[in-house]
């Protein structure tokens, strides 16, 4: 049996929600006006304010991106994934990469499981962590454009859940001899799946279940 180490990637591997530097790139670049880019920041300040739940603010930020690159070119916003990816690999945590690679030699299949879309972060996860296994959030391709459409959610714990035990049972990965690394309610179930779970720098609920079970704790101040 294989064993694997299963990766957040907002605040864990990367030290911010990737869709917030990428939409500030596109503005940028003039992908998007202001006013568009202000609608992402608008959600999370309500979710800072307690005004909805971690998952549906994740969804209405995956939802409003939907609509941004709707009949968009795929090679555009490829384009446009890859040179944000250059231009940001310094938001990466500092253990990040050689986190990676000790896995990686250890014999673990590293895969990044995110409720990001698959074209903010494949780059940053591809040619700087070297990782090609990434379970995202997705967007259908018709004719070469994006439809609008999203055609996986990754927004639910549950998702994630899900989606770690088909590749388990796919690939023959032994999950409790494989580790998870999360930092918030939307990795708890991912975490409870394996038998090495680490909460790094984690939130406030995902701390207090970390205690309550005993699991590894890995702060900012540790690395």
Known sequence: ?????????????????????????????????????????????DYKQGKRGYELTVRLLLKKIAKHIESRQVSLIDSLSKAFAEKNRDLFFPFASDLVDLLRRGGYKNVVISGEPNFIIKYLAIDFLRIKKLITT????????????ITRFLDYKSEKEKEIKKIALKQKIDLSKSLAFGDSEGDMAMLALVGYPLAVNPSKGLR????????MIVNKSDT
């Open 208 to 215: 207090k279940l970390a205690v309550d079970k005993g699991w």
């Open 138 to 149: 997705n967007y259908e391709e018709k004719g070469k454009k994006y439809t609008g459409k």
């Open 1 to 45: 049996m294989k064993k694997a180490a299963f990766f957040d990637f907002d605040k864990t591997l990367f030290s911010t929600y990737a869709i917030f530097p990428f939409v500030d790139f596109l503005e940028k670049k003039g992908f998007l006006e202001r006013k568009q880019k202000d609608e992402y920041y608008r959600i999370l300040k």
